[in-house]
Every structure is written in structure tokens, then in C-alpha cells.
């Protein structure tokens, strides 16, 4: 394993968990442990001290009673010790109060034990045949006693089985630590699996997506859990990114084709062109007229996309529709009447007030009339109408022509969309995506239905000062 | 006429060069901004057409610098971005028009045409002349070999516009700009519907027509 892959597994945020988990186990039950093997090991001396302390208040009362006609309680002690000790079960040692030791069955540097609470546990050292007997213990507790003479007794009791079951705790105790440091590690590890399951999940769906297959979604894992939640919310923006691809994708089709038609026609003529001996002005005109048509449907795309970028409120103002529709019937009056197409205006006389771009609404509602007038038939109608009330401001137009099938209507807003048998009319195809686009911008409703010509209406708030 | 381009990309400066120089132009070209300006400041030229992007010194600074000193030269600026904020924001800097890349040759010279009228322009006359049509720009009234001609609105702003440029070609952008206070264009014949109404109106029972159609480039009235 590489220098770098043990990083990276060391910074992964699965081990972490599993080892912060696992610590934060082991420590709770550690301390259960270790407490209670010391409330164990504490009740077991406590016992002994308890029986210790009878036994030496037993011998010690019997000196009080007859307390006053023996030198000291050294002396006293060590003549009736010294008749016992040959046969005594318990272990005794006696120093004088100058610290010379008068008798004593165990070794006090022979500890087996040093408990933790200060007292000692000592290896019996009685005469051999007491050992020979085999009641005798091997080990004993010792606790010590000063005596009023300034002397001191040590006594103890038998402690083997006591010693035997402490030592036992003390291998339980390093036992349980191992055992609760493997079942923490354990639960750490499956508490952290699940983590880990969950983001690998993820993670192999997003590199693989990364890697081309933008098709895939998470599955969720049905626990709905908060890996599920942000399963649905990564494949959420997977569909959005899709859908935003395959806008760009029909985009960038459509501009292939629409585009190479016209520049193929292009290339054809100034090959013609080359052909001629002598200059051809009108041809050359021609060629210019084409190339404008090409560079006005490129305008017109990148008018739409910085429009659906929504990056130029800056020129937005409070404004009346009104005025915008003079300025729209200024220029198309007369291309109306020009086309043998009646306009019929139905306009409130009422004040249309808007907060927007004016230009690009007088840009939308010219497109609007443009495109009635281009498919109403000589000889057809064109109604624009104009109203508001205190909520909104709606303006519609609607033709006599033979409006878009319901099938199609979805797909009017689409760039470079013309229906099939209009596809011999001039035009960009972007009319409509533009009229969209400045809907969208100004958080506009579009509406279209065929009435039967095609009647579209847009509906925006109205402007409140 | 003496111009000034201040252009950086070398083949745009040499199209323009060319151009305004066929056109009978004497012309000084240009790439840096801090040297443009140095040179506009000496105030020989009489037409700037100054692009927007520029090195060290962008054409908006040059343009507010020179009309901070006080300079009324011409300006037309041109731009790649020709959306109607950067036009708008060209305008209000103090640039007398705007057009935006990629535009024709035709375009520009009647542009730059139409600056340098604008400023050479005599004290305002009240009646715009043009062979026996006269238009009368207090009462909006035109007439032509003693008839009066019946405009709308539209027409007359129209014909004025023709007429304030007589013998100069106008072109459709500019006729949409300034007639119809445009900022786009709709891709439709407004322009021609327009024209073709008033010379109905202005040539139609005329043996000497006014208003020409050129071909490619735009229209021209002036006296027969």
C-alpha cells in the first residue's frame, strides 16, 4: 500500500467515524469495567478487615482487662504470641517501639500482593510441619495495628481464595477490555459500513455519470434515510443537467442545421461566382444579404441566451404598455395594410402600467405581430388586444390563420422551431423562443391556444408605484 | 474628411482604413488606447470611430476623457457587444452613435457621413429643402410643386429624417434607429413598406423622382 493511499484511506471520513465510534465505546465500557473490578476487589479486603479486626479487638480486649499489672502491651503480647505462634493459622508479626521485631511467622519483604488500597498480601511463613498439616493458608492479608506502648502489631488472616479470585478479576478485567475494544471496534465498523455503503453508492453513480453515463440515477436504498434524501436531491440535479444538456443539445442541432443550410447556399453562390467573368454586383448583393441573415440569426441567439441569463434587468423601469403597442403599431400598421391583412385593435383606454425593459417588450410584441401577419393569408385578420386590471396587465394577439396543431404547441417556444410546411417562409425560427425568453425574464405567463388561428396571450403583473 | 480609427485588432483597423479611405477619407489608424486619446486630443479629426475593447485605455474612458476636456468631435463607437445595454451605455458616455460588429462598409460610411453633417450643420432651419419639395418642420406640413402631401406621423419623421440627410445615403439601421427609435431590428419590411408608402405619396405623380433606392445600401433623397 502506497504512502498516498494510506493517506487518502486515513483522511476517508469512514474511518474516522469508525474509529471516533469505537473510542468513544470502549471508553464508556472501560470505565464500567475498571470500577467494577474495584468495588470487587474493595468489598473482597473489606471482608477480611472485618474479620482481621474482630480477631485483634478479641486479643486486644482481653490485655484491656487486665491492663495495670503488666509492663506494656509488647511484652504482654509477645509472651502470649510467642506460646501461640507455633500453632497459629494467621500470620503475626510484633515490633518493639523501637522498631526491633520480637517475633513474626511471614516475611514482610516476601509481598505477593500490594492491593492498591495500601494493604499487603504476604506469603505465609509458619514452621514447616504447620505447613505440613495443609490447613494452613499460603498467603495471608496483613493490616496493622499500633499499640499504646508505641509498638505494632501486623496481623492477617488467610487470603488464598480471596487472592486467587482478585487475581482472577484482574485477568476478567484485561479480558473485558479486550472483548468491549473488539465489540466497540465491531459496532464502530458497522455504524460506519452503513456510512460507508451509502457514499460509495453515491460515489461510484457520480464517477461514473463524470465519466459519460449521465443516463444513471442513485437507487435509493428504501431506508430513507439521509443518504436517500441526498440520493434524490443529487439525482434531482442530475435530471436538471440532463435537461439543460439535451435544451443544448437541440440547440446546437438546430443551429447546425438551420445554419449550414443557409451557409451551403452561401458557398454554392460564391462559387458561381468565381465562375463568372465579369463582376456580378447583383450576385455579390445577394451573397451579402445571405451572410446578414446568417449574422441576424446569430443575434438573435445570443440575445435570447443573454436574455435567459437573466442578467439584464439593469435597464428595467416602470413604463405603460400602451406606449409600447403605439410603437409596435407605428412600425406594423403599415406592413399589416401593406399584406392585405386587416388589424383589429381592441385597447383600453386605461393606463397599462409595467416594471420592465421596455425595449424588450416592444422586441416581443413586434415578433408577436410579425409572426400572426406572416401566417395569416391575404385577406385575414389580425386582433391585438390590450387590457388590465388591478392585478395584471395582458396583452394578446390573435390571427386567422390555421394556427399550430396541439401537438406541436409545446414546441413553439423551441429555437429554430418552424413547422414543416412553413419551412419555405423567411425567418429565423427564433421569434417565439425570443418572446419567451423576455416572458421568462419578467416572470411573465405565455399562453397560446388556436382559436382557430393561433391566439397567444401574456399576462405580467401589474406595476404598482 | 480626416478620421481617426482607434482599433486594435490589426485586420479589423485595415478593413476600416481601406474603406473610409476608398471613400475619399483621410484616415489615421490606430491600436492603443493611451496614444489614441493623445492623438484625438489634438483635435485635427473630424470624425472618431473608436471601438470599445482597447488596451491600456478602453474606448468608454477615452470617450468620457475627451468630452470632460471639452471635445465635441463626432464618435461613433463600435462594439462586439452590440446588445442594447452596451448602446445604451455607448450613448450615454457621450458617443454621437453605435454600431455594433460585424457590420458593412456601406454602414459605416454613411455613419460617418452622417456625424460629420451633423456636425457640420448650419443654424436650424425651420424649412428643409430638397428640389421643389419643401417640408415645413414647425407645422409638419410638406409640399411639393405647390401641393400639399398628406403624411401620418411616421412619414413625416421619415421624410425628415431623409431630408435632414439629403444627397446622403441612410441606411435601414439607421432609418430604424432614428425614425423608429429602435435598438433592434425586426428581421421584417418595415422599412421598405414604410418607403414605398411615402414615395407614393412624395414621387408617384412626379416625373422627377427624389427618393432613390440604393442598391445594397439604403436610400437617398436629393434634387433631381
Known amino acids: ?465 | 474628411m480626416q478620421i481617426l480609427v482607434i482599433e486594435d485588432d490589426s485586420e479589423m483597423r485595415d478593413y476600416l482604413i481601406t474603406g473610409l479611405s476608398q471613400a475619399g477619407h483621410e484616415v489615421v489608424g490606430c491600436a492603443d488606447g493611451g496614444e489614441g486619446l493623445a492623438l484625438a486630443l489634438e483635435g485635427r479629426f473630424e470624425v472618431l470611430v473608436l471601438d470599445r475593447m482597447l488596451p491600456t485605455l478602453d474606448g468608454l474612458a477615452i470617450l468620457r476623457e475627451l468630452r470632460s476636456q471639452g471635445h465635441t468631435v463626432p464618435v461613433l463607437m463600435l462594439s462586439a457587444l452590440g446588445d442594447v445595454d452596451h448602446r445604451v451605455e455607448g450613448l450615454r458616455d457621450g458617443a454621437d452613435d453605435y454600431l455594433a460588429k460585424p457590420f458593412s462598409l456601406v454602414e459605416l460610411k454613411a455613419r460617418v457621413d452622417a456625424l460629420a453633417r451633423r456636425q457640420a450643420r448650419p443654424v436650424e432651419t425651420l424649412v428643409l429643402q430638397v428640389g421643389d419639395l419643401s417640408l415645413d418642420l414647425i407645422s409638419h406640413r410638406a409640399r411639393r410643386a405647390e401641393q400639399d402631401i398628406e403624411l401620418w406621423p411616421v412619414e413625416y419623421r421619415l421624410l425628415e429624417y431623409l431630408m435632414r440627410n439629403a444627397g446622403q445615403v441612410v441606411t435601414r439601421g439607421m432609418l430604424l434607429e432614428n425614425v423608429w427609435n429602435l435598438s433592434f431590428d425586426p428581421q421584417t419590411n418595415v422599412v421598405e413598406v414604410h418607403m414605398s408608402r411615402l414615395r407614393g405619396k412624395v414621387d408617384k405623380e412626379f416625373e422627377n423622382k427624389l427618393i432613390h433606392t440604393v442598391r445594397g445600401e439604403g436610400y437617398v433623397i436629393r434634387a433631381p
Not at chain 1, 465510534?21 to 478487615?49: D, P, R
Not at chain 1, 442578467?311 to 399589416?336: E, G, I
Not at chain 1, 425560427?429 to 391566439?455: D, F, Q
Request: aromatic fraction near 8%; charge should be negative; proline fraction near 3%.
Open chain 1, 1 to 465: 500500500m502506497s504512502f498516498a493511499r494510506l493517506e487518502r484511506v486515513w483522511r476517508s471520513s469512514t474511518l474516522r467515524l469508525t474509529l471516533l465510534t469505537t473510542a468513544l465505546i470502549w471508553f464508556t465500557c472501560a470505565t464500567l469495567v475498571l470500577v467494577l473490578h474495584h468495588l470487587l476487589v474493595e468489598a473482597l479486603v473489606e471482608y477480611a478487615e472485618q474479620d482481621i479486626d474482630a480477631l485483634v479487638d478479641e486479643r486486644l480486649a482481653t490485655w484491656n482487662q487486665i491492663r495495670g499489672w503488666e509492663p506494656s502491651v509488647s511484652d504482654w503480647l509477645y509472651r502470649k504470641l510467642s506460646a501461640e505462634i507455633a500453632v497459629l493459622n494467621d500470620c503475626v508479626a510484633l515490633r518493639y517501639a523501637d522498631g526491633e521485631r520480637a517475633l513474626g511467622n511471614f516475611n514482610e519483604d516476601d509481598v505477593a500482593l500490594w492491593m492498591s488500597s495500601g494493604h499487603q498480601v504476604v506469603k505465609f511463613g509458619g514452621g514447616a510441619w504447620q505447613r505440613e498439616r495443609g490447613d494452613n493458608p499460603e498467603v495471608c492479608l496483613v493490616k496493622d495495628y499500633p499499640l499504646a506502648d508505641g509498638g505494632r502489631l501486623s496481623y492477617g488472616i488467610g487470603f488464598d481464595s480471596e487472592l486467587a479470585n482478585i487475581l482472577r478479576l484482574r485477568q476478567l478485567r484485561y479480558w473485558g477490555l479486550l472483548i468491549v475494544g473488539i465489540v466497540a471496534l465491531s459496532i464502530g465498523w458497522v455504524v460506519s459500513y452503513r456510512a460507508y455503503k451509502g457514499i460509495q453508492r453515491i460515489n461510484r453513480v457520480c464517477d461514473q455519470v463524470a465519466s459519460g453515463n449521465l443516463a444513471l440515477r442513485i437507487a435509493p436504498s428504501g431506508r430513507d434515510d439521509d443518504f436517500d434524501h441526498l440520493s434524490l436531491a443529487i439525482n434531482h440535479m442530475l435530471d436538471q443537467i440532463a435537461q439543460l444538456m439535451l435544451g443544448v443539445k437541440q440547440v446546437s442541432d438546430a443551429i447546425a442545421h438551420d445554419l449550414k443550410t443557409p451557409l451551403a447556399r452561401l458557398r454554392g453562390r460564391l462559387e458561381l461566382l468565381l465562375e463568372q467573368p465579369e463582376r456580378d454586383d447583383a450576385s455579390i448583393h445577394a451573397v451579402i444579404a445571405e451572410t446578414d441573415r446568417i449574422l441576424a440569426a446569430f443575434n438573435a441567439l445570443l440575445r435570447i441566451s443573454q436574455l435567459e441569463q437573466g442578467s439584464q434587468r439593469q435597464a428595467f423601469k416602470a413604463f405603460d404598455m400602451r406606449d409600447v403597442v403605439d410603437r409596435a403599431l407605428d412600425l406594423y400598421a403599415l406592413v399589416l395594410e401593406d399584406r392585405a391583412v386587416a388589424l383589429v385593435l381592441e385597447l383600453t383606454g386605461e393606463a397599462c402600467p409595467v416594471y420592465g425593459d421596455p425595449e424588450l417588450w416592444l422586441q416581443a410584441l413586434c415578433n408577436l405581430i410579425d409572426n400572426a401577419a406572416k401566417y395569416t393569408p391575404g385577406g385575414g385578420r389580425v386582433t391585438l388586444r390590450l387590457g388590465c386590471d388591478d392585478e395584471q396587465v395582458r396583452f394578446s394577439i390573435e390571427d386567422s390563420g390555421p394556427g399550430i396543431p396541439p401537438a406541436e404547441q409545446h414546441k413553439v417556444f423551441e429555437r429554430f422551431y418552424r413547422m414543416e410546411r412553413h419551412r419555405s417562409l423567411t425567418g429565423t425560427g427564433l421569434g417565439l423562443s425570443l418572446v419567451s425568453a423576455v416572458c421568462k425574464l419578467h416572470h411573465a405567463e405565455i399562453a397560446l391556444e388556436n382559436r382557430p388561428g393561433l391566439w397567444v396571450e401574456v399576462r405580467l403583473r401589474r406595476h404598482h408605484a
